[in-house]
């Protein structure tokens, strides 16, 4: 079944202590991105990956890294957690960089940062 | 600054009921403009999207309608059932880019 993984899918921690939230896709996508869900403010993107090694900013980077090692996996590191990242995520890929290539979201992780 | 304006915040519908939510873009550079859904403890997926080069465009009970010179998109569900019922999203994007900039999303709760 074609589908993007994100685990874990609920994390509660606490400020300053480095996290890892894993997102795998099985598409042979070539982009992938990071977007957080608020309540209020929709989607807005983190960063992005059209290839790998190839990664950039998207609307709210600050206090985020990623990396893109292999085609199918695009991690999000929060190397120092703060309350205000407490957060819904989602990974999403599509096929190829391009407006009209639809992004599949994974399920989302619950982010709550104390 | 918001790109894309999404109302209502909320709305509630009775089953076989039509339901219109409706966006407002600044972007001219905005070319492409899809409408994705989310249920509960799921991802969004993609419900329908539309080009500006035409006006209407109809999936089964979905149909999404563009007037470019108002800069506005709308999605208009028709005979609501309650396994509509979900948050809605509209978004835009511009030609050779996969960044989406989303809308704040729509409530839709379809009484039975």
């Known amino acids: 079944e074609a589908q993007v993984t994100q685990n874990p899918r609920y994390l509660i921690t606490v400020t300053g202590k480095k996290l890892t939230v894993t997102c795998s896709q099985n598409?042979?996508?070539?982009?992938m991105s990071w977007y957080r869900q608020d309540p209020g403010l929709g989607l807005r993107q983190i960063y992005y990956?059209?290839?790998?090694?190839?990664?950039d900013k998207g609307d709210v980077p600050e206090g985020y890294k990623v990396s893109r090692k292999e085609k199918r996996n695009f991690p999000l590191i929060l190397e120092s957690p703060s309350p205000n990242q407490t957060s819904l995520y989602f990974c999403?890929?599509?096929?190829?960089?391009?407006?009209?290539?639809?992004?599949?979201f994974g399920d989302g992780t619950r982010l709550s940062i104390l | 600054q918001q790109q894309v304006k999404q109302s209502p915040q909320s709305l509630i519908v009775q089953k076989g009921g039509i339901s219109i939510i409706n966006c407002a873009y600044e972007?001219?550079?905005?070319?492409?403009f899809p409408w994705y859904q989310q249920f509960p403890g799921k991802g969004p997926a993609l419900l329908i999207a539309?080009?500006?080069?035409?006006s209407e465009k109809k999936e089964g009970r979905f149909t999404i309608s563009f007037n470019k010179s108002a800069k506005q998109f709308s999605l208009h569900i028709m005979d609501s059932q309650p396994g509509d019922s979900a948050t809605y999203f509209c978004?835009?994007?511009?030609?050779?880019?996969?960044?989406?900039?989303f809308g704040k999303g729509t409530m839709l709760l379809v009484s039975p």
């Open positions: 999403a890929s599509s096929l190829r960089q391009g407006s009209d290539q639809p992004q599949h």
């Open positions: 598409m042979n996508h070539e982009y």
């Open positions: 990956s059209m290839n790998v090694e190839v990664t």
């Open positions: 972007n001219t550079a905005f070319d492409y």
């Open positions: 539309i080009r500006p080069d035409v």
């Open positions: 978004a835009a994007s511009t030609s050779g880019y996969s960044t989406l900039t």
